[in-house]
């Protein structure tokens, strides 16, 4: 069955600190992949996406992701952190096959310390 | 506005009522998904509607789940016969056709049955 793992339900890191969000997949093929955050009180926004090619993706608020397939993995990377970016993040994949249905992981949630 | 708009943004009822959750797209995208997002979990898609194709229900969790949608415009979620374990908030989100395509998410609408 096609799903999304997210191994770290909380972490917290310190303002300046580099961050990596965990995502692992359990698919036959090479999904699309995503990563979505959702701030307290507010919608989820895309922070990026990838398809296909470049497997490091660059994504807005200075965030950026690696695919790995020899892993089924998908990170989520900022190289430092700001207390903004406190929030629930979560991966999820879709698959060319099923439109634009997308399964999600549970979420990381991040803390961020002054 | 330009966002997904959805409607009620809170809503209590008893055990046992039936509830109607109504999502108004972004104009223009002919793809939308309802998921649902229990406390502290990740998003479970229930299901996506493209134009004029027969809808994905392969999320609904129950035949008490129903949703419906008028060519483009507006789609309704209906619950019958409420369960607490159906207390949630259920997302909807819109996009142009295509797996490729970002998806862009309301508020939600958050469920509590008592």
């Known amino acids: 069955a096609q799903s999304v793992t997210q191994p770290d339900i909380h972490i917290t890191v310190s303002e300046g600190a580099s961050l990596e969000l965990r995502c692992n997949y359990s698919y036959g093929a090479t999904p699309y992949l995503f990563w979505y955050v959702q701030s307290p009180g507010q919608g989820l926004q895309l922070l990026l996406k990838y398809f296909s090619g470049d497997t490091l993706v660059q994504g807005i608020k200075g965030f950026e992701a690696e695919f790995k397939r020899s892993q089924s993995s998908f990170n989520l990377r900022k190289p430092s952190v700001h207390w903004s970016d406190a929030a629930e993040y979560f991966c999820a994949v879709g698959f060319y096959n099923q439109g634009g249905k997308l399964i999600f992981g549970q979420g990381t949630e991040l803390s961020v310390k002054p | 506005g330009a966002g997904v708009s959805q409607s009620p943004s809170n809503k209590v009822t008893e055990k046992g009522k039936d509830v109607e959750l109504r999502c108004d797209p972004i104009s223009g995208h002919t793809a939308l998904y309802w998921y649902r997002q229990r406390l502290g979990q990740g998003l479970e898609f229930l299901i996506y509607?493209?134009?004029?194709?027969?809808?994905?229900k392969s999320g609904l969790p129950s035949d008490r789940f129903s949703a419906e949608r008028t060519g483009e415009s507006v789609s309704t979620l209906t619950i019958q016969r409420t369960q607490q374990e159906d207390s949630a908030v259920y997302l909807c989100?819109?996009?142009?056709?295509?797996?490729?395509?970002?998806?862009?998410f309301g508020d939600g609408t958050r469920l509590s049955i008592l």
């Open positions: 509607f493209q134009g004029n194709s027969a809808p994905d």
């Open positions: 989100a819109s996009s142009s056709p295509g797996s490729l395509q970002p998806q862009h």
